[in-house]
Structures are given as C-alpha cells and as structure tokens.
C-alpha cells in the first residue's frame, strides 16, 4: 500500500446498519468473563469489542483487506476507546454508522532490532445510535498495521 493510498482511506464509509444484542448472547459474554449478569438488561462492555464492527457491516477480514494487511502478526492493536452516552440494553435494535478516520504512515527503528521499521495508523470510528436516533455510545479503535 502505498502512502497515498493509505490517506485516501480517511473518510472511508462502512455500509452501516443495525443490530440487536440479544439476551443470550449478552448471558454468553458476561459469563465469559466471569461477572455476575447486568440488572436491568444491561448489556455487558465486553460487547462493544466484536458487536459495532459486525452492526456496522464489516468484519475484522474485511478491516484487513481494507488496510492491505494479511496474516498473523500483520496487526497490533494500539487501543480502544469507548464511549457511553447512555447504557446500553438487550433487544434494542441499535443503528451503526462509521468509518476510517485516521491513518499515518509512521517510520523509524524495530528496537529489538535495529532494522527499519514502518508501520501504518489506522483508526476507525463507529457510533451507535438508538432506534430514536440518540446517541448511544462511540468506539474508536487504533490498529497499527505493519508493513
């Protein structure tokens, strides 16, 4: 992938869509990490890892193609950040829209190594919206994709 390339990412839609977190499959997730389920129909945070990438129309071999990037360890995660505007619940069908909107091809040295490295930024944001169309909450992932 070339720089220019990579820019040319930024402003990239997902298709966008909606998505339900069903009752068994938030039970699933909570129990997956060893916590007692949610009042109230809360949904667990956990969710917000693979739910907004599936509810936007995309999938983590899609992010990978997109990015030009292929096999194991050609990428690291560099952080997430979520963002609740107000809780999340079971059986709400949510809207999810997004896109890439940061990249930057970062060079320097691999310090165990000592050889040039390059890697790319790659940053993709979603939000959720509630079948109203308030916001619900806002991931923001940085991968760093090697090269």
Known sequence: MTETELENLIGY???????????????????????????????????????PIQGVGTSIAELFA???????????????????????????????DGGVI??????????????PAVYDRFVFSVELTTPDGQPAARITNHWRLRR
């Open 13 to 51: 839609r997902f298709p966008g869509g909606t998505r339900t977190i069903e009752h068994w499959e938030n039970w699933l997730l909570t129990d997956c990490t060893g916590r007692e389920q949610l009042p109230d129909h809360l949904v667990h945070p956990v969710a917000l890892f693979h739910v």
């Open 66 to 96: 997109l990015g030009q990037v292929e096999g194991a360890g050609s990428v690291g995660l560099d952080g997430y950040d979520w963002e609740y505007f107000q809780p999340l619940r079971e059986d709400v069908e949510y809207r999810f």
């Open 102 to 115: 940061e990249t930057e091809r970062v060079t320097g040295t691999d310090k165990r190594t000592g050889a």
